[in-house]
């Protein structure tokens, strides 16, 4: 193999590709596989639940693949400064050549990298890059490892994720796509690696992966066996009572009165009248409250964990929400419904009295999502 490539174009390459890289008992997944064809490189990086591959212009000479460790080869990159690199191999050497600069490195055939998922005959839609990442941030952000996020493709791109007390869905249309519709679990980490797309992206669903490309990108996935378990239905609250408020004035006021929730992972009272929302907590090292205005047709109050409804608030990108005991539940347009688990007012005051190490899983108030 021998080709010459942009520096800048490397490194960027590079740096994608070994962010899913674990450390495993196996060099060939501990390396990126470098294959140079057809006037590009492809850098790839794959720990054999999730994969990425860059694609990058090159001037070859030679084609061939090797694999190349991904600790020094992305090191090496990131401290190259002339503005073209060649990178050539000789048997199971490559060779770094910058300007003046020349390292030489022992790497692995390319014959012991494992084989990489392709898209099969199956589900496909194609979405826009900059709704994907929309979508993405206003969805992953309620997703627990363990769960995963749930997918559905069909006529829109759909995507549910919960960790138990959060809830998020939200949705976006399809460009184009293919038929049958398909319904899997994915895991957070793998929509993460899309958050900064802006081309289209091909979305592929198989029996076994999840492949998303643009068109010098490839992110592939193992969708996840465990069932999700929940259905969605059931857990959106009825009778609900409307409430309108500013959401940067409340997520302000709910990052000040955390200030002091947090030093014993303390409940907040959130208590809503005609006019405005009080907000309150009271710890053995002392008291805070804060308010602001809202307009709402029912007065209530329930028990918050202030650090997951501010992750909602920053998610939903809007001013009103729908309140049902214990929960409240934001709607956006006709795309997203966000849904957080609160208390009671009465379970609130006995969680509140609770020594720390009796209080539940998501930091002192709330009850699980009902499955």
Request: aromatic share 4%; glycine share 6%.
């Amino acid at each position: 193999m021998k080709l010459t490539c942009n520096t800048y174009d490397l490194k960027a390459a590079c740096a994608k590709a070994a962010r899913v890289i674990d450390k495993s008992p196996s060099p060939a997944t501990n390396g990126l596989l470098l294959k140079a064809e057809s006037g590009v490189l492809a850098v790839t990086g794959y720990n054999l639940t999730i994969g990425i591959s860059v694609k990058i212009p090159a001037m070859i000479e030679i084609p061939g693949a090797i694999i190349a460790d991904a600790k020094i080869l992305t090191n090496a990159a990131g401290k190259l400064q002339k503005e073209n690199t060649t990178l050539c191999t000789d048997d199971d050497i490559l060779t770094v050549q910058n300007g003046r600069s020349n390292l030489k490195v022992k790497g692995i055939h390319a014959e012991q990298y494992p084989e990489l998922p392709t898209p099969e005959d199956g589900t496909t839609c194609r979405v826009d890059g900059a709704n994907l990442v929309k979508l993405i941030k206003k969805t992953v952000f309620a997703a627990a490892d363990d769960k995963g996020v749930r997918m559905t493709v069909s006529d829109n791109l759909r995507l549910c994720a919960t960790d138990g007390f959060t809830f998020a869905e939200s949705s976006i249309p399809c460009e184009e796509g293919t038929a049958p519709g398909a319904t899997v679990t994915i895991p957070p980490k793998a929509l993460l690696e899309l958050s900064d797309a802006t081309d289209a992206v091909e979305i592929s669903v198989s029996s076994k992966h999840f492949i998303a490309q643009t068109r010098d990108y490839t992110l592939f996935s193992r969708l996840m066996s465990t069932a999700w378990g929940i259905d969605v239905d059931k857990i959106i609250p009825k009778n609900t009572a409307s409430v309108k408020t500013d959401f940067k004035a409340l997520t302000s006021a709910l990052e000040r009165v955390q200030i002091l929730a947090s030093t014993e992972t303390q409940p907040v009272k959130m208590s809503l009248s005609r006019d405005a929302i009080e907000l309150s907590v009271r710890t053995t090292i002392g008291s805070a409250t804060d308010s602001v205005t809202g307009e709402t047709d029912s007065d209530l109050a329930i028990g918050i964990n202030a650090r997951y409804l501010v992750r909602v608030l920053k998610a939903a990108e809007t001013d009103s929400f729908l309140s049902a005991l214990p929960c409240l539940r934001w709607i956006q347009g006709d795309s997203s419904t966000y849904i957080y688990s609160g208390a009671t007012e009465e379970e609130y005051e006995i969680q509140r009295r609770r020594p720390n190490t009796a209080r539940s899983d998501n930091g002192g108030t709330g009850r699980q999502i009902n499955k």
